[in-house]
């Protein structure tokens, strides 16, 4: 019998595929779903044969009460391939997963880590398709979301020092952190070539593993910069909390027309959504180190800027702007009357619910290579109006649109600090050094997207934006403003940012 993943028949890189504590059931599942393919072989680590000789299985012997990382360990020390990934105990690869594999491999040759989209069977019998995230190393340390078909390098884990034996049953995790921490490249295929017979919580752990994740955080955290594990939970969500380093001046930018407007609720009081923000800024931060540097139309409402000036007194910096409306150029004109070493960008019709947000956006802010930090936040009705921003088939939209406040979002999206492709100027922190090297925001979308193009921009330079459920804010969406999008708005993005508006979709849009 000819083995069908033989090295060298085809030139391509072998995986091997380990299997721990098997019984002959399972083996004969995961030939059954190989069998077909090519450029892999089965490591078998068990005490003793659960099958009879087959021409794609490696044995190890391993005693059967050894530990996990013990198993793993005997099962790379026998595997010959280029990578080896450890199977679960449930689920298979798909017809054409190892070709899959191959084939982007060898448009990747650096890749250590590869991981994988994937599929379950919902309660209900359905097919639950999970699109992951690509590469993202601030969410690997709140989540351990590479999910069930992951590859390693052989000679990267020997390079980072192989598996740590004490961390049992988490010493994957530890091993994606560890080549995080040594710059190892990782791969991610967004392909679906894995199922599992049920859905469960991605990067989930048993209780009795707990103590061992965060084992591993804390090391990863003290590796990387800093900061602490305030939980650890089963269902695979981690709080871990970065550092803030000092009380550096922020410099809060607010575009406004200092204006009365309708009212905030029917049968209310003529209303100016400047100062409710305001009001919420100096009576619920925590964060006191900053200044307030208000852009001005040259016909405001006095009694709005004087109220301004009794919230804020001295922290008061208040720009005139006298040409036609254009929030790009108003920004602009803000930052560069600004002093601070980071700048918020805030629009003026927001309401502060998190009293440390400041803070917990200044952590992603100063993380090495940052470009920016954006946060929550919630329409007036408790849907979900940003968690990010994403841009996909050639236009730029919000992560979790109209979802319910409280909501855990697709793989728990909403509930995990992560890296995004941009954030919405409605509420964005980032080094004032960042806005200028850039260029800041261009003139030429006065209205709508300019703060998509500024990201974008940002992104180019290689700057890294971030997201963070810790910092929640209301947006009374377009109070103060006209919303509208005109066409010529998204011509222009499409012109400059074509190559960039097509990132791979890892959200379910809204129904």
Known sequence: MTNPSAPGATGSPLVSFLALRPDGARVQELLSSLTTQRDWELVVVAPIDPVAAHPAIVR?????????SRLIEHGVAAASGRYVCVLPDVGVPVDLAVPTLVDWLA???????????????????????VSKQGPAPERLRCQFYYGDLLL?????????????????????????????????????????????????????????????????????????GGGTVEAVAADGVHTTVRPLHGAP???????????????????????????HALRGLVEHTTYQNFEVVLVVDTDPEPAVIDEATRLLGERLVIVDFDLPFNFAAKANRGVLSAVGEYVLMLNDDVEVITP??????????????????????????????????????????????????????SQHAFQVEREVGGV?????????????????MTTLLPGAFNDVDFCLKVAELGYQAYWTPRAELYHFESKTRDARVRAYELETLGRRWRHRLHQPQYWPFPE
């Open 356 to 409: 440390d947000w400041i803070e917990s956006l200044l952590r992603l802010a100063q993380l090495p290579g940052a470009g920016m930090a954006g946060c929550m936040l919630y329409y007036e009705d408790d849907t979900i109006q940003h968690g990010g921003h994403h841009y996909w088939m050639g236009s730029p939209t919000h992560i979790g649109l109209q979802v319910p406040r409280g909501a855990a979002g």
């Open 152 to 224: 390693f390098r052989r000679d990267t884990i020997a390079e980072i020092g192989g598996l740590s034996h004490d961390v049992d049953g988490v010493e994957l995790y530890d091993l994606a952190l560890r080549c995080v921490q040594a710059g190892a490249v990782t791969l991610h295929i967004p392909r679906v070539l894995f199922h599992a017979p049920s859905t469960r919580a991605i990067g989930a752990f048993a209780e009795t593993q707990l103590e061992q994740v965060r084992t591993v955080l804390e090391r990863h955290l003290a590796a990387t």
């Open 424 to 440: 919405t100027a409605a509420c964005s922190l980032f080094p004032r050094s960042v806005y200028l090297e850039v260029g800041g």
């Open 107 to 129: 448009l990747a040759p650096d890749a250590a880590v590869v991981y994988t989209d994937e599929s379950a069977v919902r309660p209900d019998g359905g097919i639950e398709v």
């Open 60 to 68: 190890a012997e391993a005693q059967t009460s050894a530990p996990a």
């Open 249 to 275: 001046l922020v410099s809060i930018v607010i575009p406004t027309q200092a204006r009365l407007s309708d009212p905030l609720r029917p049968g209310g009081e003529p209303h100016s959504y400047l100062l």
